[in-house]
């Protein structure tokens, strides 16, 4: 028996194949399933165009563990290989019988074959210290036992095989500190590791397995006895390639919740079959609640990829857009181009298809859900309506078409909800701009000072009630060519002509004063200004340049000690009210009061505003001092 060497001939390659291709080494047994399967598929793909062959029996694969020899067996009872084949394509890392089976084909013919790069084979020794391979082809009298410790070289000699197909014999290394390979002998994570990656192979995958049956009659107390069984681990048929006119709701919903751990059923099941330049099939699914740790940096994004039964990944980011990133399910196609290890994808334009196709796929059915199911819809904006207004602000409006007729807000105008479009076709003719307060709850934007004039105008205004609400605004700036403003922005023109003279003629009466608040104040504001908006409340502060009173509040609670952005602030009063009369009285007679007032004011203004004091205990002792 001649030892010869890999026609490929080097070490490092086959140190690259068993250390470098796969990221995991549990991928090895998806491999070596992946390449019985192909053997079957050739030979039934031959059993259909062969008329002389008699019919097939029953097409399966077969695991076994042995403990006490430590090796663990894949066959199938597939075509099968010839010596000439052994040494071909074993002989030859990155030699394909599948791939060259597949080129042989005429135009017309298909089939479900995915190995073609004839190094899946080669994962066994990254578990394995010794892999054996039995192999007799169909229609053959003769069978052949290739050997191998690895990279040192091969051996093959003619042996004995009752059946025609396959058997990988698998000896796994000893175990170690950092590695436990005795777990791939274990039937419990055999059957994992099978319905993970496996799942979908389109023959059974049989093992056998311990199980407890009650071997008591009917009127005797259980008795349970353990039996050994053959099982078939592997569903073959996945639901997504069933027609869904034959598939109940609940099978969607009981697949979900097994399949992503869920407690609930979802909210939205999206089914997707596609013909075309590209061929998939995606079952998708929106969670009706928020899954535990989403918003938190560790959450990973993605939809399972398959290919032909096969998981290639478990999370494909690329298929998803961040902002859709709540939607669970999977893609399968065999269309793609994989790569060596069947990990990630050789070139990614078949991908960028898929994935703008499902991402049209989900705006439509949200939109759909928005339109006929308002409440589902609320449903869903609860749990995840802060992601589709991230996915505005984080890319500084770049999305804002795909995904502004998905916002939603509360509003001054309507209960529930409103989308923008609903309240643009609510304006009167004299609002030119859409407006928005900001608050921590709508209760408080309702008491807010600066609201007054827009309620007494009758204009709508929307509650903005997440931290994110203005970022979302500035990113965006217009909705149908109307620009998106605060109802305390100096832009905002709510006055009238009238109410505007009216104004700035107290502010020429009162700029003695306005000049001493600022001087009194000293940097704590930009200016003191008579207000456009108040009309029975005393004071507010609003914020003059980009950075608004809510975004200073919200880059306060960002964490490090690094400088924090804030509002220009601008202390807005009002002439009318008997609060700034005192003022101004005070600053003619008693200007050291008049400062203490000024201070106060302030004060008011912060606390509306929802900004914290600098020193409480002054501030109350200005006001005891009042009295």
Partial sequence: MEKKSFKAESQRLMDLMINSIYTHKEIFLREIISNASDALDK??????TDETMEKLPELYIQITPDKDNRTLTVSDNGIGMSYE???DNLGTIAQSGSFQFKKDLSENEKTDIIGQFGVGFYSAFMVSDEVTVISKKYNSDKAY????????GYTIEETEKSSYGTDIIMHLR????????CQYLETYKIQSLVKKYSDYISYPIKMEVETSVNTAKDDEDPKYETVREIKTLNSMVPIWRRNKNEVTQEEYNNYYKEKFMDMADPLVTINVSTDGIISYKALMFIPSVVPYGYYTKEAEKGLQLYSNGVMIMDKCEQLIPDYFRFVKGVVDSQDLSLNISRELLQHDRQLKIIAKNIEKKIKSELTKLLKNSPEKYETFWKAFGLQIKYGIASSYGMNKDALQDLLVFKSSKVDGYTTLADYVSRMPESQK???YACGDTDEKIKALPQTELCKEKGYEFLYFTDEIDEFVAKSMITYQDKTILSIASDMAELQSDEEKQKTEQQAEENKDILAFIKETLGDKITKAVISKNLKSHPVYLSADGAVSIEMEKYFAQMPGDEPKPKADKVLELNAQHPAFQTLRNTYLNDKPKAEKLARILYAQALLIAGLTLDNPVEYCD???ELF
């Fill in 85 to 87: 084949e052994l040494e």
């Fill in 622 to 624: 200005m006001v005891c």
């Fill in 145 to 152: 036992m290739w050997k191998s410790q690895g990279a040192d």
């Fill in 43 to 48: 030979l039934h793909f031959i059993s259909l």
């Fill in 174 to 181: 000893p175990d170690s500190e950092d590695e436990d390979y």
């Fill in 433 to 435: 701009y859409i407006y």
